[in-house]
């Protein structure tokens, strides 16, 4: 059993019943998020990278809940001297957790923090829990190597940028999921900022016609599987 619930921007909650994994936390400051953090109950987070909009309210939350945090070790490495338990990992590798499997990709983005720090690697994410693969593309442009992706990993739900200008933008995006063959595409980082205005009915319009399963998803809208 699997419930999936979009916060807007990048950020989803994963729940398997038992525990729940979010993905990159940008809550305050985001003005398109239904929920407060402290309404985050999550146990695990999962970073792709250090950037202020997916790196959001990781600190808070992970300190309110005893939370783990999932990232790139750079990015762990930082985390972890603030006070704040991490599992550190890097691109290419995967760990098993009690809620099930993290393994971290390759994705063509930066990683800072703010004040331009470096944070090591942009990541994608491939999640699996509650017998559901989740690939979480992170902000990325277009890559070949996403058909790798799909090819060692069946994919159940895509979740992709369609944003544009930081990320890949609708027509990429298409192309995307062509490559990685998900079972179901929902679009993300779009409409949080005036930069990245986009359609998301486009996105799934252009999907469909490549015989790609299509969904958005309403802000805080719940999925169950
Ligand atoms: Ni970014
Ligand atoms: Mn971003």
């Known amino acids: 059993m699997l419930k999936l619930q979009y916060l807007s921007h990048s950020a989803f909650i994963f729940d398997d019943g038992q525990n729940q994994v979010i993905i990159d936390p940008f809550i305050s400051g985001n003005p398109n998020s239904p929920i407060k953090w402290e309404d985050v109950k999550a146990r695990f987070i999962v970073l792709t990278h250090g950037h202020g909009d997916h790196f959001g309210d990781t600190l808070q939350i992970a300190k309110k809940n005893d939370a783990v945090v999932i990232a ?15 599992h550190n990992m890097h691109i290419g590798g995967s760990w098993n957790f009690d809620f099930g499997r993290v393994k971290f990709t390759v994705a063509h983005h930066g990683s800072s923090l703010d004040n331009n ?7 994608g994410v491939i999640l699996s829990i509650g017998g559901k693969n989740i690939y979480h593309a992170g902000d990325t442009a277009l890559f070949m190597d996403m058909k790798l ?42 409409n949080t ?25 309403a802000y805080g809208e719940i999925l169950e599987f």
Do not use: W
């Open 193 to 217: 900022f005036s930069v990245i205005k986009a359609d998301p009915n486009e996105f799934v319009r252009k999907s469909k016609a490549k015989g790609i399963n299509a969904r958005t998803l």
């Open 149 to 190: 992706i799909g090819e060692m990993t069946p994919i159940d739900i895509m979740l992709v940028p369609i944003g544009d200008n930081f990320t890949m933008g609708i027509d990429d995006a298409v192309k995307a999921c062509e490559f990685v063959q998900p079972k179901l595409a929902i679009p993300m980082h779009y």
């Open 72 to 86: 790139i070790n750079e990015l762990a490495n930082y985390v972890a001297k603030r006070g704040v338990k991490t």
């Open 117 to 123: 720090e470096y944070m090591g690697e942009p990541a």
